[in-house]
């Protein structure tokens, strides 16, 4: 089992950069692959970034391939999401989540991290 802890939200205006984290802890955190997804008021949830759990392959939303960035370091046992060149349209609730190996669903997640960019 894992439990997710994210940080690093906040208020930031068009162009600007955050960095987000997900502490975990629990007994295997290496064993998982994360993702991060994000959420706003009414709307669907929407998937982000991806990392598998050795790091070694990442893929990402189209809509924010290219300014955003996933990492981990699992001696840490933390993965981030760098952000860069924020946009008013990624204003959401960013969440992370632990994918068990050779699952299909996310079994972990996260209170969720805010993230408000102003125009």
């Known amino acids: 089992q894992v439990q997710l802890v994210e940080s690093g939200g906040g208020l930031v205006q068009a162009g600007g950069s955050l960095r987000l984290s997900c502490a975990a802890s629990g007994r295997t955190f290496s064993n998982y692959h994360m993702g991060w997804f994000r959420q706003a008021p009414g709307k669907e949830r929407e998937f982000v970034a991806y990392?598998?759990?050795?790091?070694?392959?990442?893929n990402y939303a189209d809509s924010v391939k290219g300014r955003f960035v996933v990492s981990r370091d699992n001696a840490k046992n933390t993965v981030y999401l760098q952000m860069d060149s924020l946009k008013p349209e990624d204003t959401a609730v960013y969440v992370c989540?632990?994918?068990?190996?050779?699952?299909?669903?996310?079994?972990?997640w996260g209170q969720g991290t805010q993230v408000t960019v102003s125009s």
């Open positions: 990392i598998t759990s050795s790091g070694g392959t990442t």
């Open positions: 989540a632990a994918l068990p190996r050779y699952s299909t669903s996310y079994e972990y």
